[in-house]
């Protein structure tokens, strides 16, 4: 079952170390990467970051990013390994559950 949390410093290196996606989706690698959306957002006020488990491994993040106007920039990135099994859409919907549990975001 998946579980979302707040990312913690020492889940970045995980995320970082996970393998490069596919070929399809070749052009997102970088948000995994050095300089990709966790140190682009991970520095931003009013961000919030959530890392997705099943288990004992990350299979996901969800990054929520107020702009200052009223709305938010909404992405998720998935481990590599989960594409394809649905793991978008349940990152999705916790997602949105937590925030709408904590309207504040």
């Known amino acids: 079952m998946i ?3 707040p990312l913690c410093q020492a889940d970045i290196p995980i995320i970082k170390s996970w393998p490069h ?3 399809e989706f070749a052009d997102l690698d970088y948000c995994l990467r050095d300089g990709g959306w966790l140190d682009e957002y991970g520095r931003r006020a ?10 004992s491994e990350i299979t996901g993040f969800s990054i929520l990013a107020r702009d200052g ?6 992405r998720i990135a998935l ?3 989960w594409i394809g099994t649905g793991t978008g859409r349940t990152i999705l919907t916790r997602t949105l559950e937590y925030c709408f549990a904590d309207m504040t975001i």
Do not use: Q
């Open 21 to 23: 996606y596919p070929p």
């Open 3 to 5: 579980t979302l949390r």
């Open 69 to 74: 106007r009223g709305g938010a920039e909404f």
């Open 79 to 81: 481990n590599p390994g």
């Open 46 to 55: 009013k961000t919030v970051i959530l890392v997705a488990w099943d288990n």
